[in-house]
């Protein structure tokens, strides 16, 4: 099992910056990967940005220049670094770690961003 715990999210105003982390314990080194993923009011929840455990790392077009994903060496603290963020980044955000065989995904609580003046 794999329990993952976000945290620092909150209201900012537009070019602001806030950094979310996600705090991973449990079998952590089961997962495979670790993502952001993002749900605004009556929209889907989409992908922000991703990272292997080999590092290899992704980002929705959206926010590509501005968020970064990063990790301690330990693995047990993902972060999202958002720079410059703007009003339609608002959406409750979320910590995901898959595992890739056998396939499971493990969902953190989500914690809102809010980006408005």
């Known amino acids: 099992q794999v329990q993952l715990v976000e945290s620092g999210g909150g209201l900012v105003q537009p070019g602001g910056s806030l950094r979310l982390s996600c705090a991973v314990s449990?079998?952590?080194?089961?997962?495979?990967?670790m993502g952001w993923f993002r749900q605004a009011p009556g929209k889907q929840r989409e992908l922000v940005a991703s990272?292997?455990?080999?590092?290899?790392?992704i980002y929705a077009d959206s926010v590509k220049g501005r968020f970064t994903i990063s990790r301690t060496n330990a693995k047990n603290t993902v972060y999202l670094q958002m720079n410059d963020l703007k009003p339609e980044d608002t959406a409750v955000y979320y910590c995901?770690?898959?595992?890739?065989?056998?396939?499971?995904?493990?969902w953190g609580q989500g914690t809102q961003v809010t980006v408005s003046s």
């Open positions: 995901k770690g898959s595992r890739w065989s056998p396939s499971y995904d493990y």
């Open positions: 449990g079998n952590i080194f089961s997962i495979d990967a």
């Open positions: 990272i292997t455990s080999g590092g290899i790392t």
